[in-house]
């Protein structure tokens, strides 16, 4: 049984997260569980709602060294299911009382992801840009 779609195709947010996802060379969309998700080959780097039809968090999995520090970041929150492999989720859309997401730091956190799961190919294609 197909998942039904977790999200909705116009989201702005969603066309954000998707310019800083496929960005990233050879990195592909593909629903996955009802929701968009990126992989880079066939391994998942990052994917766009976690619970439910109006979540617009982005689930990464950021590097090991720097999960603990990052648990203290006030849009970072330990999903279900995901969170005790290392993986985090980050609020995307912008929160009364704090300061408006930091695209730049979210791509740089998608990055991370991606080059836990990136071939080297693709990670030396990634350092080639400069």
């Known amino acids: 049984m197909a998942h039904p779609r977790m999200y909705d195709e116009d989201d702005p947010l969603l ?3 998707r310019q800083v996802c496929l960005a990233l060379p050879e990195a592909q969309e593909r629903e996955s569980h ?3 998700t990126f992989f880079a ?7 766009f709602g ?15 060294n720097d999960r603990e520090a ?11 299911y995901y ?13 009364p009382g704090e300061p408006e997401v930091d695209w730049t730091e979210l791509a740089e956190l998608v990055e991370d992801s991606y080059r836990r799961v990136a071939l080297v190919r693709m990670r030396r294609a990634l ?3 400069g």
């Open 15 to 17: 066309a954000r997260a």
């Open 34 to 36: 009802g929701r968009p």
């Open 41 to 47: 080959g066939s391994r998942v780097f990052a994917q």
């Open 50 to 64: 976690v619970a439910g039809p109006d979540d617009t968090r982005l689930l990464v999995r950021p590097d090991d």
């Open 70 to 80: 990052l648990l203290h970041h006030p849009r970072a929150t330990v999903p279900p």
């Open 83 to 95: 969170g005790p492999s290392g993986w985090l989720a980050f609020e995307c859309r912008d929160l």
């Open 127 to 129: 350092d080639a840009r």
